[in-house]
């Protein structure tokens, strides 16, 4: 759910990661770079299912320019195993970094916000990214980068960059939009030539930005982002008749992009990565850790919702949750917390499958806040909020954001292009390989990633 945040977040974007404004170009320009240079378009489909490409007809799915894709390159058809936990904005940042969410800081989708005052506000600014990335690569390289809604993205080293971003979810949000966009006519001409690939609009908008972008600037790398199978899989569910018409029309959308790249005469040179950020699975009642914190005493809330006081807080994500300490090196608060996270697990009622502790989250390199996470139990999911009942119905058919082992959070991943030798399906990839991956492919060096190349 998209909820208002204070238009001062504009304020963040003199931050170090602030995007050099290249020169202006005009709609029929477009990059120095020759048509015979490396290129690579990362797209990613938010919540596509590995079995969704591989299981295709016994679901009916008609996906031509996923199986076109798949064809001449190579897929997982494991999928690709993700980060922890299984969301979006610690997963994109991931696949951009070669690092893990422990490493690059970006946790969670939701800024931490023990005081509650930050009016749902998103990790949206690309400051708060702490390893480098495949745009400051490519920026060092001399070598040009485009971006259309991928999230943390507000304030990059990205040429061509139209953010994630959104304060109220309506169309006055283009103004907001267009301000954090790079360079500052970009939004402008997009809206000129194109769409603006607003939050309350759709992927069809957003496949008309990243056609765009592909067939006019040409960057050597793209990053595209798709969000609305995320969306249509929340409300109705994974594997519905709603989801799998989405992911058609999607499908559509990336024919555009193959296409774009052949009108831009690049396509002989682009590197198709076709990817998802996690799996779904199937939700049914939510549980608000937040709500149990206050009744043992560890968060204080006034009558008017406010938090007045705090000494544990959460960093809620579907399928898990952050627990976060103010002291985390008070033993007698560490033993607390403990003591009643264990009691809490132990009533299958309240849907915990799991209390890790900091040896596990650093195993899964998630959560580096956090003292303790709690993984949910199927059919539950945690959220936000401190207010009683701590257990309800959920509002969601479907989430995510379980730990990555489990297969339904496998992400997916098709690769097609140079430097891809078609061949047999491959095991199971790592999210954290696809930044050395796309810096070999395009010739970048970035010595501190986790990951390593995928052999393809």
């Not at 170090?16 to 048509?35: E, F, H, N």
């Not at 696949?95 to 990790?123: C, E, K, Y």
């Not at 029309?249 to 005469?265: F, P």
Request: glycine share 8%.
């Amino acid at each position: 759910m998209k909820i208002a945040f204070a238009a001062a977040v504009l304020l963040s974007l003199t931050g170090c990661d602030q995007a050099a404004t290249p020169a202006p170009q005009s709609a029929g320009a477009v990059s120095p770079a020759t048509d015979d240079t490396p290129r690579v378009a990362l797209v990613v489909i938010d919540g596509m299912r590995p079995d969704y490409y591989t299981r295709a007809d016994a679901y009916g799915l008609r996906i031509p320019n996923l199986r076109a894709l798949m064809a001449r390159g190579r897929y997982a058809a494991e999928g690709m195993l993700g980060v922890f936990p299984t969301v979006t904005f610690p997963s994109h940042t991931t696949m951009v970094t070669g690092v893990s969410p422990r490493t690059h800081g970006i946790s969670t989708n939701l800024a931490f916000d023990p005081w509650m005052n930050n009016q749902g506000g998103w990790n949206w600014y690309a400051e708060s990214i702490k390893s480098e990335t495949l745009w400051t690569a490519a920026h060092q390289a001399g070598e040009t980068s485009g971006a259309i809604f991928w999230p943390v993205t507000v304030g990059a080293r990205i040429d061509y960059n139209v953010p994630q971003f959104w304060r109220a979810w309506v169309d006055e949000d283009l103004k907001l939009l267009k301000a954090v966009s790079s360079p500052p006519d970009f939004g402008a001409e997009l809206e000129a030539h194109a769409s603006m690939p607003a939050e309350n609009r759709t992927d069809k908008e957003r496949g008309d930005a990243e056609a765009y972008l592909l067939r006019v600037k040409k960057p050597q790398l793209a990053l595209l982002y798709f969000a609305d199978l995320d969306s249509v899989e929340h409300r109705f569910g994974p594997a519905t008749p709603q989801a799998f018409a989405t992911l058609e029309m999607i499908d559509a959308q990336l024919g555009r992009l193959v296409e774009a790249t052949k009108a831009a005469h690049t396509y002989e040179h682009t590197t198709f990565l076709v990817v998802s950020d996690h799996g779904f699975l199937p939700v049914d009642t939510e549980a608000r850790p937040a709500a149990w914190l206050k009744s043992a005493g560890l968060i204080t809330q006034e009558a008017s919702g406010h938090v007045s006081d705090w000494q544990a807080s959460v960093l809620p994500a579907g399928g898990s949750c952050g627990i976060v300490l103010r002291n985390p090196k008070d033993p007698a608060l560490v033993a607390r917390v403990d003591a009643l996270l264990t009691k809490l697990a132990a009533d299958p009622s309240n849907g915990i499958a799991k209390v890790d502790h900091e040896a596990e989250l650093v195993r899964l390199g998630g959560y580096g806040e956090a003292t303790f996470a709690l993984e949910a139990a199927r059919g539950f999911e945690f959220v936000g909020g401190a207010d009683d009942p701590p257990l309800r119905p959920s509002g969601h058919k479907g989430t995510h954001g379980y730990s990555p082992e489990i297969p339904e959070m496998h992400a997916s991943f098709i690769a097609a292009g140079p430097g891809i030798h078609p061949g047999a399906p491959l095991p199971l990839v790592r999210m954290i390989d696809l930044a050395p991956t796309i810096a070999r492919l395009l010739h970048l060096d970035m010595p501190r990633v986790e990951g390593r190349p995928i052999e393809l």
